[in-house]
């Protein structure tokens, strides 16, 4: 194992410096040297004001601190927690959660070396170390348990990870036992890790902490004022845009488009994808930081005239917020390869929610198609399916009620998580 552990680290090495560069470009400018020497395990010590136990969370992306949002919240009435995220939107919106919240800091993820992950350790002086999802880093696993229990939470293997996993087992099963409790979100990904090797009393079934939402409430008085219905797609990758426009230039009931891009290197390009695609006197695009400063006063005399809105909402961390003011949701990176995004916010303010083809990232999605709780359509029949749940109130009513209802049924996922975690570490302090 020592010998296979070694090897990966001098890949790493090697990918360094070709990754290094590219990673920081993305950064801001103002952020560069606080990255540099986080990303190296150079941080300065958390400093909490209660003297509790400290507890090292690490989630890759804005999606994972979101799904473990309500656990953080409980976690951080009995721990410390220093979260640890890799992209720049995951870390805004930790950042934001530790502006409310006391026992909580925020840093980047340290590289996957072992010197770097031990430096990061004695500085954190963690009680454990927690993963989200899939995030399989050896050395960061196998480092860390030589000094403290390791949990992987609201664990998944989509089929991708399964079968490479499968295929490298020789490496991953050490490394996959070498964590304490590895927590499922369903029986399908905890059959996919006993496959994998993993001893079968290190499995815990706890539910998806996705389900356990709490979203906040946002005024968005530039927004409220548009002319409804309003359709949100949200969370658009490159190639939906295209198809939500299509459909929404069909449908004389649909009179604002919000359009909510995944990523916001791609806010400038949808707005001008937006403005040369339609090509409508009675289209008219805005984006939301210029209705923010001065557009209000002219889009309602665009209103006035039966003008259509497309707005681009080009600021980060409120698309779940967003949704309260929605008519339908359209959930992005579905209807594309790419396995789509969140449906629960939507669903958790009421909104009937359509979906493409490819939902494989949401394997409970499947089952809320089958149950009639959310409408699943292709891009070809999209047109067709908002116009139905617009015009259909009985049947819009029924997609709501019933979503709402499976999805209060799936929650819970957070609290049994962290008793699982809680038990562990007591049993551990005792052994």
């Known amino acids: 194992m020592w010998l296979l552990l070694e090897f990966y680290s001098l890949i790493h090495l090697l990918l360094l ?22 990303k190296f395990g150079f941080i300065s010590s958390p400093n909490f004001r209660d003297n509790k136990q400290t507890i090292w969370v690490h989630a ?29 939107t ?36 963690p ?105 949100i797609a949200g969370s658009t990758h490159e190639g939906e845009e295209k198809i939500i426009l299509t459909s929404f230039l069909q449908i004389k009931e649909a009179s604002s488009l919000l359009l909510v891009p995944r990523h916001p290197e791609r806010f ?35 209103w006035q005239e039966g003008k259509k809105m497309v707005v681009v909402i080009d600021k980060i961390g409120i698309l779940a917020s967003l949704y309260r003011i929605a008519d339908v949701a359209i959930i992005g990176g579905s209807f594309i390869p790419h396995g789509g995004q969140n449906p629960l916010e939507a669903i958790y303010w009421k909104v009937p929610v359509i979906v493409g083809p490819y939902m494989d990232n949401f394997p409970f999605v499947a089952e809320f198609v089958k149950e009639g709780a959310i409408l699943q359509t292709t891009p070809e029949g999209l047109t067709e399916a908002i116009h139905v749940v617009l015009k259909d109130k009985e049947y819009r009513e029924r997609l709501v009620e ?18 699982i975690i809680t038990s562990l570490l007591k049993s551990n302090q005792k052994n």
Not at 110 to 124: A, G, T
Not at 405 to 413: D, E, H, I, V
Request: overall charge positive; proline content about 4%.
């Open 17 to 38: 410096p070709l990754i290094f560069p590219l990673e920081l470009r993305k950064r801001d400018p103002k952020r560069r040297l606080v990255w540099l020497k986080e």
């Open 127 to 231: 009680a454990a170390l927690v993963l989200v999802e899939t995030e399989i880093w050896p050395n960061m696993i196998y480092v860390s348990s030589n000094y403290i229990p390791v949990f992987l939470i609201n664990a998944r293997l989509s089929d991708k990870s399964f079968i490479k996993y499968k295929a490298l087992s020789f490496f991953f099963k050490p490394i996959l036992n070498k964590i304490s409790a590895i927590c499922v979100q369903n029986e399908n990904y905890l059959h996919k890790f006993k496959s994998l090797g993993v001893i079968s009393d290190k499995l815990y079934l706890t539910g998806n902490l996705k389900f356990d939402i709490t979203i906040p409430f946002i005024k968005f008085e530039e927004l409220e004022i548009l002319k409804r219905p309003i359709i």
């Open 90 to 125: 995951g870390r805004s919106f930790a950042e934001k959660l530790m502006r409310k919240n006391p026992n909580l800091k925020v840093y980047y993820s340290p590289f996957d070396l072992e010197f770097v992950i031990k430096r990061f350790l004695k500085s954190l002086n």
């Open 60 to 88: 890759v992306s804005l999606g994972e601190v979101r799904a473990i949002t309500k656990f953080l919240e409980l976690a951080t009435q009995e721990f410390n927690i220093c979260l640890t995220t890799t992209t720049e």
């Open 268 to 302: 400038e390009r949808v707005y001008k994808l937006c403005q040369e695609f339609i090509d409508a006197e009675d289209v008219i695009v805005f984006k939301y930081s210029e209705l923010l400063k001065n557009k209000p006063q002219q889009m309602l005399k665009e």
């Open 402 to 419: 019933k979503a709402y209802a499976m999805f209060m049924r799936l929650t819970g996922g957070s609290k049994k998580t962290l008793e």
